[in-house]
Nanobody
């Protein structure tokens, strides 16, 4: 089992920045990829960024490229999502997940295998 917990969500104005944090603990060996996903009201959950532990291979959704940066602190087993130039359309519940495999398909971050999800952290961007 893997336990995942996010933090850092807040309400900011458009053009502002936020940094989300995600900690993972437990048996993370079989879940080498950490991903950030978001779900806006009335929409499906979509993947926005992901990173493989150790090697640092990163993936981004087209909608956040150039604005969001995913990074990791392996010593702390923590992944961060730095979000800059935020837009109202970035408003969503953001979830972190530890997954077996991640990549990009159709401009969105995707994953396969068992996913261990956090409870989410709310990001609200006002215009």
């Amino acid at each position: 089992q893997v336990q995942v917990a996010e933090s850092g969500g807040d309400s900011v104005q458009a053009g502002g920045s936020l940094r989300l944090s995600c900690g993972a603990s437990g048996d993370t060996y079989n879940s080498p990829c950490m991903g950030w996903f978001r779900q806006a009201p009335g929409k499906e959950r979509e993947g926005v960024a992901a990173i493989y532990r150790g090697g640092g291979l990163r993936f981004y959704a087209d909608s956040v490229k150039g604005r969001f940066t995913i990074s990791q602190d392996n010593a702390k087993n923590t992944v961060y999502l730095q979000m800059n130039n935020l837009k109202p359309e970035d408003t969503a519940m953001y979830y972190c997940a530890a997954v077996a495999w991640c990549g990009v398909d159709g401009g969105l971050v995707t994953y396969t295998g068992t996913a261990y999800w956090g409870k989410g952290t709310l990001v609200t961007i006002s215009s």
